[in-house]
């Protein structure tokens, strides 16, 4: 919805002060007061300024603006419009007016829904299918032509050029891929905060990270699948849903983690919907970052994101991995297990967007994609009679010669 209020405050600054307590201001009824940020919590300033009369709370930052944080039941109390401004435009405006000025609020429209959402499901999906492909197509040639899993994609002839040095040899395609993977990461670690257009490499190391993960880490059969999975379905659950009441402010640990301290809004843990921090605080580069493409308004503020956590895409993926090592234990030509999961990852995941859209909360995602996964795999499994080798996995199929 689009709030426009056509009222016009007078703008009363006080950008000396803090407003962390109530001193000498005097009353500010029906004016709209500017102060700085910092000393205390917004909701704190919001309650002063609303004790005094102020009608609108401007808070000046010399940072990048961020979404505030506070103390929810603090802020239920506060009954004022609360909006950030640059500190560097307050001075430019009181420089042009020197007279006095009044101020007019306005907050963009902001649909529920967002095309940043089909983006991210795609890269999500793509990831853990790649994924789970390239684990399984690495056994498939290690158990037909014999070879090292992890020469068996090396063209031949793809070592004559190289490097030798105090009898060691290094080829000289695996130098410029160090080369160009340091660079990538240099890059990234100067230019981390600059959100215009970081997030692109982000995503693209953070699908290169989850390929590897998946295609180097394996899990041997089902009931190692079934234990990890579940494990981490309750820490997600935990750590979304029960740390916000163990925190001082409410937020979720899971939350700040992935978007450092100083973040606040509406956020998802799974597919989070934040306003981006500030360059002022790190990031640890943990999640897929897509901008919101109908946050326009918002974006000349702050960059809008929809976040995805690594771990939604890897803890699902070593089990969509783990299907497609089984289809080729058990020579399935079809594949049926690895796609089989592999679509119930999309619709778990499809799952949790669409709870968080209709409730307009953080939602983890383990807690939708796991029971996807799991229940589908195993359903698979009884259905076709092959349960109790799916779930002993890989030391049954060789007692039984299909290694």
Request: glycine residues 6%; proline residues 5%.
């Given at each position: 919805?689009?709030?426009?209020?056509?009222?016009?405050?007078?703008?009363?600054?006080?950008?000396?002060?803090?407003l962390c307590v109530r001193g000498q201001?005097?009353?500010?009824?029906?004016?709209?007061?500017v102060v700085m940020r910092g000393g205390?919590?917004?909701?704190?300033?919001?309650?002063?300024?609303?004790?005094?009369?102020?009608?609108?709370?401007?808070?000046?930052?010399?940072?990048?603006?961020?979404?505030?944080?506070?103390?929810?039941?603090?802020?239920?109390?506060?009954?004022?419009?609360?909006?950030?401004?640059?500190?560097?435009?307050?001075?430019?405006?009181?420089?042009?007016?020197?007279?006095?000025?009044?101020?007019?609020?306005?907050?963009?429209?902001?649909?529920?829904?967002?095309?940043?959402?089909?983006?991210?499901?795609?890269?999500?999906?793509?990831?853990?299918?790649?994924?789970?492909?390239?684990?399984?197509?690495?056994?498939?040639?290690?158990?037909?032509?014999?070879?090292?899993?992890?020469?068996?994609?090396?063209?031949?002839?793809?070592?004559?050029?190289?490097?030798?040095?105090?009898?060691?040899?290094?080829?000289?395609?695996?130098?410029?891929?160090?080369?160009?993977?340091?660079?990538?990461?240099?890059?990234?670690?100067?230019?981390?905060?600059?959100?215009?257009?970081?997030?692109?490499?982000?995503?693209?190391?953070?699908?290169?990270?989850?390929?590897?993960?998946?295609?180097?880490?394996?899990?041997?059969?089902?009931?190692?699948?079934?234990?990890?999975?579940?494990?981490?379905?309750?820490?997600?659950?935990?750590f979304v849903f029960i740390t916000p009441?163990?925190?001082?402010?409410?937020?979720?640990?899971?939350?700040?983690?992935?978007?450092?301290?100083?973040?606040?809004?509406?956020?998802?843990?799974?597919?989070?919907?934040?306003?981006?921090?500030?360059?002022?605080?790190?990031?640890?580069?943990?999640?897929?970052?897509?901008?919101?493409?109908?946050?326009?308004?918002?974006?000349?503020?702050?960059?809008?994101?929809?976040?995805?956590?690594?771990?939604?895409?890897?803890?699902?993926?070593?089990?969509?991995?783990?299907?497609?090592?089984?289809?080729?234990?058990?020579?399935?030509?079809?594949?049926?297990?690895?796609?089989?999961?592999?679509?119930?990852?999309?619709?778990?995941?499809?799952?949790?967007?669409?709870?968080?859209?209709?409730?307009?909360?953080?939602?983890?995602?383990?807690?939708?994609?796991?029971?996807?996964?799991?229940?589908?795999?195993?359903?698979?499994?009884?259905?076709?009679?092959?349960?109790?080798?799916?779930?002993?996995?890989?030391?049954?199929?060789?007692?039984?010669?299909?290694?």
């Open positions: 919805m689009c709030v426009c209020v056509q009222v016009s405050y007078p703008l009363r600054s006080l950008v000396s002060s803090q201001q005097g009353s500010l009824e029906g004016q709209a007061v205390c919590d917004f909701s704190q300033k919001a309650l002063v300024a609303q004790d005094l009369g102020a009608s609108v709370l401007l808070i000046a930052s010399v940072d990048n603006l961020v979404i505030p944080s506070a103390n929810d039941s603090e802020l239920r109390k506060v009954k004022i419009p609360l909006a950030l401004v640059r500190h560097r435009d307050v001075l430019d405006a009181l420089q042009v007016f020197p007279q006095g000025m009044e101020v007019r609020l306005y907050a963009p429209p902001v649909p529920p829904f967002d095309a940043s959402i089909i983006i991210m499901l795609l890269i999500a999906v793509f990831t853990v299918t790649m994924g789970g492909f390239w684990s399984g197509a690495m056994m498939h040639k290690s158990k037909f032509q014999n070879i090292d899993p992890y020469d068996w994609f090396c063209a031949p002839g793809s070592h004559l050029l190289s490097v030798s040095c105090r009898e060691r040899s290094v080829s000289v395609r695996a130098l410029l891929l160090a080369a160009v993977c340091i660079t990538l990461s240099v890059i990234w670690g100067v230019y981390r905060n600059d959100n215009r257009w970081i997030w692109i490499l982000q995503d693209l190391l953070g699908i290169a990270f989850c390929l590897n993960f998946l295609k180097t880490i394996s899990l041997s059969n089902f009931k190692i699948c079934v234990i990890l999975l579940s494990l981490l379905l309750v820490y997600d659950v935990f009441f163990l925190t001082p402010n409410g937020e979720s640990i899971m939350v700040q983690v992935a978007l450092g301290p100083g973040a606040g809004g509406k956020v998802s843990e799974t597919l989070e919907v934040p306003g981006d921090n500030s360059s002022s605080y790190e990031k640890l580069p943990v999640v897929m970052r897509i901008p919101q493409f109908s946050a326009l308004a918002q974006n000349l503020c702050m960059m809008q994101f929809s976040i995805l956590g690594y771990g939604d895409i890897i803890i699902p993926g070593l089990l969509v991995a783990y299907c497609h090592r089984f289809d080729v234990w058990m020579e399935n030509s079809r594949r049926i297990y690895f796609i089989s999961c592999a679509v119930a990852y999309a619709v778990g995941l499809v799952l949790t967007f669409a709870v968080m859209l209709l409730s307009k909360m953080g939602q983890p995602a383990l807690l939708y994609l796991v029971p996807c996964t799991l229940l589908t795999s195993a359903a698979l499994a009884c259905v076709r009679k092959e349960f109790r080798l799916f779930w002993s996995g890989s030391r049954t199929c060789q007692v039984r010669g299909f290694l």
